[in-house]
C-alpha cells in the first residue's frame, strides 16, 4: 500500500537550516502531486508548500516564501524541503502528502523545532 516516510526533522537555532525527506513506495509517484503541510500545536495543519507531479511548477504560503524550497526527484521517489532562515514560527509536525483525483496519502510527521 501506499506508504510516505519523512525524514530530517530535529532542533535548530533561529536563522538556521534543515533540510526535510519524504520517501514514496506504493503508488506510482511521478503521477501525484506532491505537498508539505505543517501543523504547530494548538492550530490547524496547514500547507506550506507544492510541487506538480512533473516537478515544473511550485508553490509556497507566504509565511516560507524566500526561505523554504521544495523539490523531488522522480527517479528515486522522493521529496525534500530546504528550509532556511528558520524561526521560531516554524516550529511544527511537517507532513508529506501526496495527492491525484480522489487518492490523498500522507505520512506519519517529522518535529521540527526552532529555539535558542
Known amino acids: 500500500q501506499a506508504q510516505l516516510v519523512e525524514s530530517g526533522g530535529g532542533l535548530v537555532q533561529p536563522g538556521g537550516s534543515l533540510r526535510l525527506s519524504c520517501a514514496a513506495s506504493?503508488?506510482?509517484?511521478?503521477?501525484?502531486?506532491m505537498s508539505w503541510y505543517r501543523q504547530a500545536p494548538g492550530k490547524e495543519r496547514e500547507p506550506v508548500a507544492l510541487i506538480t507531479s512533473g516537478g515544473g511548477s511550485t508553490n509556497y504560503a507566504s509565511s516560507v516564501k524566500g526561505r523554504f524550497t521544495i523539490s523531488r526527484d522522480n527517479a528515486k521517489n522522493t521529496m525534500s524541503l530546504q528550509m532556511n532562515s528558520l524561526k521560531p514560527e516554524d516550529t511544527a509536525v511537517y507532513y508529506c502528502?501526496?495527492?491525484?483525483?480522489?487518492?490523498?496519502?500522507w505520512g506519519q510527521g517529522t518535529q521540527v523545532t526552532v529555539s535558542s
Open positions: 506504493g503508488f506510482t509517484f511521478d503521477l501525484y502531486a
Open positions: 502528502n501526496a495527492r491525484r483525483d480522489s487518492y490523498n496519502y
